[in-house]
């Protein structure tokens, strides 16, 4: 598994979505085509849900429905992340918008 893949699911099941997002966006600028739209939506998801924390709704609903737009075009497990239980678990923040933590699993 790629390091910086493996530092973000770190990081984002630790609910550290800033430091997630950091570690996906450097991932997302040396992906290839086939790969760059699914962690462009992880980026999205970890920017969003730090939105959410921060209390910023309006943001954290912007930058969520961007990622569930994209994630949702991926089968339920892809690039070792349980992509399923993701896009169900950031469709109930982007409903509630309520912080909350979500854990993603990898091998």
Known sequence: M???LKD???FFNAGR???AHE???DLWRESDESLRLFYQGLVQAAVGLHHL???NLNGARAQLAKSLEKLKQYPPEF???DNEKL???LQKASEELT???ILILHS
């Open 23 to 25: 570690a996906w966006e």
């Open 87 to 89: 896009v169900t678990e």
């Open 2 to 4: 790629n390091r910086l």
């Open 79 to 81: 690039s070792q992340i």
């Open 99 to 101: 912080p909350r933590r």
């Open 53 to 55: 924390g921060q209390g």
């Open 8 to 10: 973000g699911i770190i």
């Open 17 to 19: 979505y800033f430091e």
